[in-house]
Nanobody, 120 residues
Framework: QVQLVESGGGLVQPGGSLRLSCAAS????????MGWYRQAPGKQRELVAR???????NVVDSVKGRFTISRDNAKNTVYLQMNSLKLEDTAIYYC??????????????WGQGTQVTVSS
């Protein structure tokens, strides 16, 4: 089995920063693209950022210049550094990863989500 466990969410004031982490564990042969999505109340889940196993990144325009995605392949972990947080960043943030448990068999896995609340 494979698990993704997120951490680092919480309550922060506008303009503040948080760093989310997501560690993959279990029977893992290889991890490909990892990413972060978020879902605000009453809205659809949306992509925030993703990073390939070679380090290429993609960040959506609404967070560009404020959020940075990175990963540590040795630790099977992806990070999301969030700076200059705004009220509209409030959401549940989900980690996702494309993981192969053996050669040629790749599945998408999701974490349980971590709440980020930006409020004064």
């Amino acid at each position: 089995q494979v698990q993704l466990v997120e951490s680092g969410g919480g309550l922060v004031q506008p303009g503040g920063s948080l760093r989310l982490s997501c560690a993959a564990s279990g029977s893992i042969f290889s991890i490909y693209t990892m990413g972060w999505y978020r879902q605000a109340p009453g809205k659809q889940r949306e992509l925030v950022a993703r990073i390939t196993h070679t380090g290429n990144t993609n960040v959506v325009d609404s967070v560009k210049g404020r959020f940075t995605i990175s990963r540590d392949n040795a630790k099977n972990t992806v990070y999301l550094q969030m700076n200059s947080l705004k009220l509209e960043d409030t959401a549940i943030y989900y980690c996702t990863a494309q993981i192969a448990q053996r050669i040629g068999i790749i599945h998408d896995y999701w974490g349980q989500g971590t709440q980020v609340t930006v409020s004064s």
